[in-house]
Structure formats: C-alpha cells, structure tokens
C-alpha cells in the first residue's frame, strides 16, 4: 500500500487552523482508499523569523527534502511588515523554497464555482454556468533570479533572463495541461518590446508543434490583462513567465472573487511539489475559527493529483466541496443571505465526510 | 492670441475618421477661446510603412520637431501582422516617438461617466457614482529601453533598470496630479523580488517629503492587479514604472468598459506631449462611420491643458461630451436599448456644437 511522507509547513496567520482542516481530509482519504501518509510539521515564514530568526530554517528545509511533498499553509503579518521586503516572510520563505526544490511549474486555477459566480467582482452574465482557467507560470527563472541584479551608483537594475530550456519545460508543462481539459494555450509575452519575449514566442511555436491537438494563442501581456477582465471564458490555460504570471494568475484569481477557495501547486521535475493555497495569511481573521478551508483543501487534493498520481482521491475531495456548497454551508468570505453560515472546523469536518 | 503648430499623426483603422472630429471640435475651440491652430498632417504606421517603408518616417519626425504637440490617431492592423513584432506599425512608431521626444510620463485616465456605468465588466455597486483613476506611466526608461538586451547562444535577456532621477521626475508628475485630484498615490512596485524597485520605493518616499498633503501608499504590482479588479475606486493616482503601467493602465482602461472613450497624454519635460486614445485603431469598424471619436477628441482636450495651458478649453470639452451623453447619445459601442445610436460624424458634430 502506498505509503508517503508529507512536510506539514503551516505557517502564520490563518494557516494553522486550515491546515487542520486539510490534515482531517488528508485522514479521511486514508480511510476510503486505503492509503497511509506521514505527516511531520515544521516551522516557516514569521514564525521561524521568531523562532530561529529566518523565514526558513536549515531544519524545515532538511525535512522538506525528506519528504514527498511540501504542504504548505501561508506566511506574513503586520509582526513583520518592518523588516526588508526581501527578509519577510513571504519572499524570505518561498523564493528559495522554490530555488532549492526546483519548483519550476506553478499551477494556479482560477476556478468559479457555480454555486458562487456572485462573489465574484464581474458582471454576472460574463461567468455564466461558472469559469475555469489555469495559469501555468514559470518559477525558477526570469527576472526574479535573473543576474546581473543590484545597485550602481544612482542605479538599480535586474536582469530578466530565459534560457530555451526553461521555456521548453514549462511550455510542455502547458501543453500537456490543455491536453486535459478544453485543449487551448494562450502564451503571454511582450515580444513587441522584450528580446526574451521574442525568444520566449519562438520556443513555445516550437513546442506547440508536439501538440497539434491543441491549439496556441500568443498575447501580449497588456492585452491579456485586459481580456481576463472583458471575457475571462475565453481562456483555458494561460502560459506566462515569472513575472507576467505573478500578475495575471493574482488578476484571474480576484475575477474568482473567492481567494479562499483557490489551490495552488508549484511542481519539480519528477513527482516533488509545493502546494499552498492562493489567498494569503489574513491576519485579521486569524484564530477566530472563521477562515475558509477550502483553499488548503483543495491544495491538498492538488498534491495528491500532481505528487502520489492519486486522481480519483483528487476528484473525491473536488466532489465533496462540490456537495458540501450544494448543501448550502458557507463560510463567511462566500456566504450569502440565505446561506448556512459555517466555521473553519464544521467546514472541515462536512468536508471529511463526504469523502 | 495664442497660435500654435499642431502635428496631427492620424494613423490607421478608424484613426482616421476620428481625428476628423477631433479637427472639429478643436475648430470649435478656436472660434469660441480666440484662439488659432495651424494642423498639419503625416504619415504614421502602417499608412507610413506602406508609403515610406517604415512606420515613423524621418519627414514626420521632422514635423514633430517642428510642432508645439502631437495629435496621434492610433497605427496597427492586420496587414501589418505579419511584420517581426519589433518592425510593427504600434512598436515602430510608439517607443522610438517616445525616445526622440523624451515623452517620460504618461498619463492615462481611466474614467467611467456615470451615464456609462452600466458599460463596465465590473458589478455596477463597484463602480457607483462612476470612476476617476488615472495612471501615470514612466515611459522612457526600465525595461523597456535598458540595455544590454539581446540573445547569447539559446538564451535571451532584457535589462530592467532605473536611474534615481527617473524616478524621482515620475514621481513628481504623479504627486503633482494627485494634488488636483483627490490627493492620494499609489506606487507600484514590486520590491520583495527586484532591486531595481527597491530603490523605486526609496526614491518615490523621498519625493513624498516634499508633498506632505498627498498620502502615500505603496502596493505590490500583483496585489494591484487584483485590487484593481477587487475595489477600483480606491485609487486616485497610480504611479508606475514602464512595464508595469503598460500591464496595470489596460488593465484599468478595460474595467471602465469603454475604451472608445479613454485619452491618454504622453508628456516631455516642459510642455511638448503626444496625445493619442488609450484603444486601438479597431480595423474591423474601419471606414465604417461608426467608431466613437470620443477617445480622440478628450486627447485634443488633454493637449489644449498639458501642452498649451488652455485649461479652460479642455475642460469645455469635456462638458461637452457630458452633455451629450446626458441627451442620450451614443456610438455602438456603448449603446444600450433606448439610447439614440449615431454615428461618428455626428457625435463629432454635437460635441463641437456644445463646445
Ligand atoms: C511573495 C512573492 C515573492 C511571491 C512572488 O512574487 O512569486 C508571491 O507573490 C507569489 O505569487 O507566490
Ligand atoms: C505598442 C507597445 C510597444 C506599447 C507599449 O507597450 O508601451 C503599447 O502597449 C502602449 O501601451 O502604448
């Protein structure tokens, strides 16, 4: 029987409570399909800035490597807005979770629920019968680790960098996607101003010749921007660098209008991965036993997909929240009149059960 | 009497038709201020590639030199498409325009008219009472122009970079416009990850010392994208480096739902600018008299303000549009059952009439 070691990061803020919640779905799948999972905690983000006085111990990053998978919660708080932007516990955490495990493809759907197509901030007519995109973003390369990178003088400068090889990966990493789903890439760059981008264009026409069964849009950046907002429905998934993925995979999620339902997975090459969920720590709600649970969840059922090949464990959880909003159960960020107003624990526990 | 040299650069698509009624209003504008105008017209884009075999001919950067602004229509379509992206009528005439004139700052209100609420891709209880954003673009510098960029074996690079005076001119542009408005800047940058915005960051704090009546606030590009979308009357100014505010002004533009109706301004150190609709030359209305000349003509409004201190005037533009929304009238574009559709003639007519 399958057997897997799981490193249980959760965090600051929110995300210890709906790691919970995700641990008892995790025990739940256990059960049905006969499974067993090793899950060990370790400290990240603020609270190992507190602990250990960085945002990502050697300890954490030892258990990480033992491991088959990171589960990982969300980092960040007001406690730590005053240090350097490049010490918080954000980027402190996850630029070198990223480096050190190879984590070069991010998975981001943006996915409206039918169930919740008022929440999200658009006009209701543009999302009719729910919305369901995935961004695929380069994570390891590009202008956030690209070099020469620093200060000279009265200057400051970065270097947005891509190797044909990297883009290869990750183009594949798109492709094979659609594949999967409604068989539609659309490549972002800015190949009218940036050489990387014309580079970043011919290589993804390149690797589109693989996959003739889909079929390759390219748009620039700015233009995507704007067309995620005018007809979201027109995407399936959506392939971008580094840094156009960082702003068009937040854009798409906000369309959602439900952060807290929205998974992510960050995948090496091989079976590792890093799956977190979208929204951030809310610190605002932290420990009042409100947070939506749901995201973790779901990014715990991403991990069993992308990390162990469990697809129908996947399904089942994406199935029993699917049930669980029929139901009409809502945690506060997505509830409506009219709706049962549930906490982070009950939605947890009417998840569990399900599976 | 004031007389000034106008270099009007009409371009493509429905470039054409809609700076004929830009011509009339300005017409309009000279009867009623006392004032005179001497236009004189040249190829740009794709008209340009076609006659001159490149989209910006030395002729008509010639009579840019010679002219007090420049009256831009707007370039591209699909007989151009075919070009490499960097030979293109929008990137041939666009980026060496701005370099040849040092248009640094652009400026690009994102407004919606209240009539026009209903337009926007937005929830109407988002945009209550309309919108009044405006982005203001560094457009000179960043990744845009920084060197070295190129290819070296299979990979390619592009240089973000920024000089502290670039940064500090913008930033005095934004808080100077938030000073007329309702005195708040938002900054963007992106400082966790890029070195060159963490001295964006420091510079733009700096020039906040010396506008003690304009609050400041700086937010994480990725975030912006999603506060845009989330709640887009929090902003007044949007103050951002090139790529940035190429990715956040569309993005902005498109959440009013009306681009027909958008100006931009693009301006250089004293009072030369280029004023041009933040849409595209639209080839599938082309020729058709249905494009609405609205964009255009509040361009020619914004240069009567920026380039030629005839604030008076541009604000009788505007009013004039006002006033003719208010009678009901509309292009295609933002009609709905019961307005009265015209066509871009006569919009042009009864805008210069009120005028
Ligand atoms: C925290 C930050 C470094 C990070 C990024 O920009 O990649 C975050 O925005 C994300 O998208 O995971
Ligand atoms: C055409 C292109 C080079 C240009 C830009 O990226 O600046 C355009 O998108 C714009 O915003 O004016």
């Known amino acids: 029987a399958m057997n897997k070691r799981i490193a249980v990061l959760a965090g600051d803020g929110i995300g210890p409570e709906v790691m919970e919640q995700a641990l008892r779905v995790l025990a739940a799948v256990e059960q049905r399909f006969g499974v067993t999972f090793k899950t060990d905690a370790a400290d990240v983000g603020g609270a190992a800035l507190d602990n250990h006085g960085t945002a990502l111990p050697r300890e954490t990053v030892d258990l990480c490597r033992e491991s088959d998978a990171i589960l990982f919660g969300s980092v960040g708080g007001p406690k730590w807005e005053h240090l350097p932007p490049e010490e918080q516990p954000e980027r402190g955490a996850l630029l070198p979770l990223r480096k050190t495990f190879g984590l070069f493809a991010n998975l981001r759907p943006a996915i409206v629920f039918p169930q919740l197509v008022h929440a999200s901030p658009l006009r209701e007519d543009l999302l009719e019968g729910g919305l369901d995109v995935v961004v695929v973003r380069e994570l390891t390369g590009g202008i956030y680790f690209g070099t020469p990178k620093g200060r000279e003088g009265d200057k400051a400068f970065d270097t947005l960098v891509y190797h044909r090889s990297e883009i290869e990966r ?18 972002i760059d800015k190949a009218n101003v940036l050489t990387s ?19 390759l849009t390219h748009m620039y950046v700015d233009n995507a921007a704007m067309q995620l907002v005018r007809e979201p429905r027109q995407f399936d998934v ?3 660098g580094n840094m156009f993925g960082d702003i068009l995979s937040d854009e798409a999620a906000m369309l ?40 973790q969840i779901l990014s715990a059922a991403m991990m069993l997909k992308y990390s162990f090949g469990l697809d129908q464990a996947c399904q089942a959880i994406f199935d029993a929240v699917a049930a669980v909003l029929d139901e009409g159960y809502r945690t506060g960020d997505i509830a409506r009149p009219g709706d049962t107003l549930i906490g982070t624990d009950e939605m947890g526990r009417r998840i569990a059960e399900k599976v």
Chains 1, 2 share one sequence.
């Open 238 to 240: 959506i392939l971008a």
């Open 256 to 295: 959602t209008g439900s952060l807290g339902m929205l998974p992510s997975a960050s995948l090496a090459e091989g079976s590792f991965g890093l799956y977190e969920p979208s929204g951030g720590s809310a610190p605002d709600i932290a420990g009042k036993g409100v947070a939506n649970p749901i995201a």
């Open 197 to 215: 981008m014309v580079l970043w264009r011919e290589v993804v026409t390149e690797v589109a010749r693989d996959y003739p069964d889909v079929e």
């Open 170 to 187: 990750i183009a594949r990493v798109a492709f094979e996607a659609a594949r999967s789903r409604n068989k539609r890439v659309t490549s």
